[in-house]
């Protein structure tokens, strides 16, 4: 199980950072990433970290402003947003690949379980 938490709204330039628990061995042995979905847009890849750490990939979109990062020992990855623009609005859901890859997964379809979301509402 998978569960987002640090969603909310925030004015254009603001910072967010999105929490994403998970239980058992699950987020140890997997690569974590997150997705979103924007209004009226398919879900799109944000970011995403290797099983030890060692690998990340963002999207072109976001980068430079979002971070990802994760904490094994409290079985948590984050994704630190900063420099907000209105269209980071979305629902942000974090994924699981389950194995000890090096390289990283980018489409959905490689994603073996996936949060329920949360709301990001950047204003302008």
């Known amino acids: 199980q998978l569960v987002e938490s640090g969603g909310g709204l925030v004015q254009a330039g603001g910072s967010l950072r999105l929490a994403c628990a998970g239980s058992?061995?699950?987020?140890?042995?997997?690569?974590m990433g997150w997705f979103r979905r924007n209004p009226g847009k398919e879900r799109e890849f944000v970011a995403a970290i290797n099983w030890d750490g060692g690998n990340l990939d963002y999207a072109d979109s976001i980068r430079g402003r979002f971070t990802i990062s994760r904490d094994n020992e409290q079985n948590t990855v984050y994704l630190q947003m900063s420099s907000l623009k209105p269209e980071d609005t979305g629902v942000y859901y974090c994924?699981?690949?389950?194995?000890?890859?090096?390289?990283?997964?980018?489409?959905?379809?490689?994603?073996?379980?996936w949060g329920r979301g949360t709301q990001v509402t950047v204003s302008s």
């Open positions: 994924a699981a690949e389950l194995g000890r890859f090096t390289t990283i997964s980018t489409v959905t379809n490689r994603y073996d379980y």
């Open positions: 058992g061995r699950m987020l140890i042995d997997s690569t």
